[in-house]
């Protein structure tokens, strides 16, 4: 199953980094909220068929700290904590979609949770705080 993303909106979001050695991230915004999404390829699978859960948790980690640098205009951020919860198994060939949501901020940092879904059914839940500089160095 393939998906043509960007009819409807998405665009991949380069990264010469950890990120794009996974196949990269897609990203789009809806109502003022971003979104971000993978799809789930052979590449990202664990020993039982399905895709590995440190790729869930990547997804949501880039999904979360890029909406907390941009929520705060920061230049950059770095992951304090995230929790997840692995809530149903993802399949080869689906689309995953992150919508992440800013909870509260101070001015260092950001506090974040974010669902990931594919179709309508969750499949993984994220928590997790930010902190946030504005200097480049």
């Known amino acids: 199953m393939d998906y043509d ?4 909106g998405w665009q991949l979001d380069p990264d010469d980094g950890f990120v794009g050695h996974v ?4 990203r789009r915004t809806v109502e003022g909220q971003p979104r971000f ?3 789930a390829r052979d590449f990202h699978a664990n020993r039982n068929g399905v895709v590995h859960g440190g790729m ?3 997804v949501m ?3 979360l700290g890029q909406t907390a640098r941009f929520t705060m205009g920061a230049a950059r ?8 919860q692995f809530l149903a ?5 689906d689309l995953v979609e992150v919508t992440p949501v800013v ?3 101070t001015a260092r940092m950001v506090f974040m949770t974010g669902t990931a879904f594919v179709a309508d059914a969750p499949v993984l839940s994220g928590q997790g705080v930010w902190r946030v500089s504005h200097s480049t160095r």
């Open 56 to 58: 869930l948790m990547t």
């Open 103 to 105: 909870t509260r901020t």
């Open 37 to 39: 999404a993978f799809i």
């Open 5 to 8: 993303l960007e009819t409807h």
């Open 23 to 26: 196949g990269g991230l897609w």
């Open 89 to 93: 198994p993802v399949h080869i060939g």
């Open 61 to 63: 980690d880039r999904a």
């Open 77 to 84: 951020g770095a992951t304090v904590s995230l929790t997840h």
